[in-house]
Each structure stands twice: as C-alpha cells, then as structure tokens.
C-alpha cells in the first residue's frame, strides 16, 4: 500500500534522514521507534506530504503520493492535542473544520459515539476537555476525513495510563469497523508492544532495526532496540554510549562479510 523509496532528509546541511526504505501493507498496524531525535517526526511529516524528502520518494497504491492531485489519504494525529485545534472552537467547529462538503449532523454524531463520547460535547471547547477526551475528538476528526492511513506520531504519550490504555482498544476496536491502517510514531517500547503488527527502529535518522517477532525479550539483538526496551525498565544508556555500541556491531558486520 505504502512503500518509502529510499528517503533522505537534509536540513541546513545536515542530514536528518539517510536511505530511509520500507513498505506498508493495507490494514497493518506499524510502529516507527526511536529516541526523541532520531528522525520520527520527520519521517511522518514527508509521509503526509508536508514535508518534501531531498532525495527518495513516497508510492501509495504504487504511484508518487501527491496531496493536492490525491486528496488526504494519509492523515496525522499528533501529540499535542491542545496545539492541534483552535482553542476558539467548539467540539462542532472543530470536527467540520476540514470538511470541504456539508456533513450530516448524524455522521458527526456516530464518529462522537465511535470515540465513546457523546452529543453533549458538540459545544464544548478545548479548555472544557481533558488531553484524553481532545484525543478522542482528533481521532474523530481524523476518521470523518476517510484517510487510508492514520499516522499517531507520539499521540497516545503523556496521557495517563488508564486513558491510554483505553483509547488503544478504542483505536483497535475502529481498525476493524473502518478497515484502517496505522502508523504508530513512538519511543514507548510498551506502546508498540501492545498493538502493532510490526516495529521499525530509528537510531540518527536511519532504520536499524525490524521486529516482526514480539517474543520479548528473546529476539531483541540490536544494541537500539535493546536499550529501547531496557529504557521501559531501566535508566538508558547515554546516547554517547549507544553510538559507541552500534559502530562496534556495524563494524563486526562488515568485517563478517567481507566489505
């Protein structure tokens, strides 16, 4: 369904993403992990098309993904709910928003009821909602534009973890009445653990590592992915430390082939 084509990423000379390739199927529920840094967000922005890689390219269904000439297909949720709507606005106005065509007040009001919230919010602004019930209404939002592909970039983080744990079967629960795909943005090891089908690791703007085998902590070997995990249970390395461990095993792996 989506396929990155070897992204790269450069900003003021810098590089912030480095051949980053990977594909994603219709219905699959993904994680992209990584330390705060490591070009997650990024990476979601040139997804979304907000961004424009300096070098690679998106597909969707095959073909280069172009908001304008497309529509939004792939559409993100982010962490902030708070920042992510007019604080002016009603749970109404905000959830009409981007609709560019008349919506039916009973669409509105079956997306409020998928979320577990009901019509007596309709009036409410931001500042009358909690940070898990604005989540709600961001993911509502997100569903009443159809998109294919739902992107949370660290949109379930800092939320307590009742809410979060709550809005993770709500999302999972939506999946299958909606036949949606997602992307999910993290650093939380646990997070990714408990929905996705599969995890991409980030370290310094490039993919590392894939975990397709939650038999934890067993098939977890890469220095990244590892301290991921220990980061969950235990004080993480320095990330002066972690550099010095992935050029070491970098290192091994070329000399073991022969490059």
Do not use: W
Request: proline fraction near 3%.
């Amino acid at each position: 369904m989506i396929e990155c084509q070897h992204i790269y990423k450069s900003f003021q000379g810098k590089e912030i993403l480095k051949d980053c390739h990977f594909h994603i199927k219709k219905g699959e529920i993904i994680g992209i992990m990584g330390e705060s840094g490591s070009g997650k967000s990024t990476l979601a922005k040139i997804l979304i098309g907000l961004e424009k890689a300096t070098k690679g390219q998106v597909l969707l269904d095959g073909k280069p993904y172009c908001v304008k000439k497309d529509g939004v297909r792939i559409l993100l949720v982010f962490q902030d709910a708070f920042h992510a709507v007019n604080p002016l606005f009603t749970v109404k106005q905000i959830l009409c928003e981007a609709l560019k065509e008349t919506i039916q007040m009973e669409e509105i009001s079956a997306i409020l009821k998928d979320v577990g919230l009901d019509d007596t919010y309709l009036e409410k602004t931001s500042k009358e909602l909690s940070g898990g019930q604005l989540q709600r209404i961001c993911i509502a939002r997100a569903l009443l534009l159809k998109p294919d592909v739902i992107i949370f970039d660290e949109a379930l983080s800092g939320l307590d973890p009742l809410i979060q744990g709550q809005l993770l079967k709500l999302l999972y629960d939506l999946k299958a009445r909606y036949n949606q795909t997602y992307v999910f943005i993290s650093h939380d090891f646990n997070l990714c653990y408990a929905i996705c089908h599969r995890v991409l690791v980030m370290f310094e703007g490039e993919i590392v590592d894939e975990i397709n085998d939650f038999n934890i902590p067993m098939n977890v070997t890469h220095p990244v992915t590892q301290n991921l995990l220990k980061e969950s249970q235990n004080p993480k390395y320095s990330k002066c430390q972690l550099r010095k461990i992935v050029v070491k095993l970098e290192s091994q792996r070329q000399n073991m082939n022969g490059e």
